[in-house]
């Protein structure tokens, strides 16, 4: 995957039209490329019904993931900041800043189609202002589903020159394999027929094919 910005970090923006969960193996297999580079990992979800807790997300990437980006000790500061959003993007824009001095750093927001407005306000505006920083971020979202503060943040970054990824349905040769893969057996045409009912999403179809092992 190309992700980097000038100097050839530019972000990722991961769009599943079909698969809900595509996109987020997407992310595990960054996740685990990263962390075999040694760069510092930090990986959240947006939540149905979040919406009014402000930068959740990408406060718990932050913050929140093992061995965490910025210390927790600096989110005390930013809760007690006066005028809440703009002051907390200017020191998270600070300390992304520092951290990535000692090593590059991954930020990875999925789920983003229930991200809140602050969340997508740093999707839109903290990626610009950290260009010249090693600083890779890989956002992941259901278009169909995503907000309009989420699509502008989208579209924006991918005006800016963001690697767009839309995941498709699975072509029936994929299909094909994952059967074959999940089962340990090559797959007959009535099991064929049968997995094509999952519409090429890998998601229902390894369920589907789970429940026919058990």
């Known amino acids: 995957m190309t992700v980097g910005h000038r100097d050839g970090r530019r972000p990722a923006l991961c769009q599943a039209r079909a698969d809900p969960r595509g996109k987020t193996r997407v992310i595990d297999e960054s996740i685990r490329i990263a962390t075999g580079l040694s760069l510092s990992v930090g990986r959240s979800a947006a939540e149905p019904g979040e919406g009014a ?21 600096l989110l005390a500061d930013l809760r007690a900041a006066p005028d809440g959003r703009y002051w907390m993007l200017e020191d998270l824009q600070a300390s992304l800043e520092r951290a ?16 809140d407005a602050g969340t997508a306000a740093t999707l839109r505006l903290l990626p610009g202002r950290l260009a010249s920083e090693p600083i890779l971020w890989l956002h992941a979202a259901r278009p169909d589903e995503s907000p309009a503060p989420v699509r502008t943040a989208f579209d924006q970054l991918a005006g800016d020159g963001a690697v767009r990824i839309v995941l498709e349905p699975l072509p029936a040769p994929a299909v094909e394999q994952v059967v074959a893969e999940t089962l340990g057996a090559e797959p007959d045409s009535e099991l064929l027929l049968m997995a094509r009912e999952a519409g090429g999403n890998p998601f229902f179809l390894v369920e589907l094919l789970l429940g026919l092992a058990r």
């Open 53 to 73: 807790a402000e930068l959740a997300p990408m406060l718990r990437a932050l913050f929140g993931s093992p061995g965490p980006i910025l210390d927790r000790t």
């Open 100 to 115: 990535a001095l000692d090593a590059p750093v991954v930020v990875c927001l999925d789920d983003l189609q229930w991200a």
